[in-house]
């Protein structure tokens, strides 16, 4: 799975609830077990959403595309 950094946990009026949140930048990773020894593509998605103390915007939705590219004498894991 995915793993997260330690959010901010913080109770929030707008919402009447404690929400946990990450503020200016972070940083998700995934670790992936390749089972090919040619190159290939990872797709997902990501969806956030901005706020301020006031209001949130509309979540945003970005489609991610990783193309990996395998060294001349890869070795793929067979399951």
């Known amino acids: 799975g995915v793993v997260e950094p330690k959010p901010i946990k913080a109770y929030d009026p707008n919402f009447e609830e404690t929400l946990e949140f990450h503020e200016n930048t972070v940083t998700f990773t995934q670790r992936i077990t390749v089972l090919s020894s040619t190159d ?28 990996i590219k395998m060294p001349a004498k890869a070795n793929a894991i067979t399951p």
Do not use: A, H, M, S
């Open 40 to 67: 290939f593509k990872i797709t997902g998605e990501f969806v956030y959403q901005t706020c301020n103390d006031e209001t949130c915007l509309v979540p945003k939705y970005i489609d991610l595309d990783f193309n």
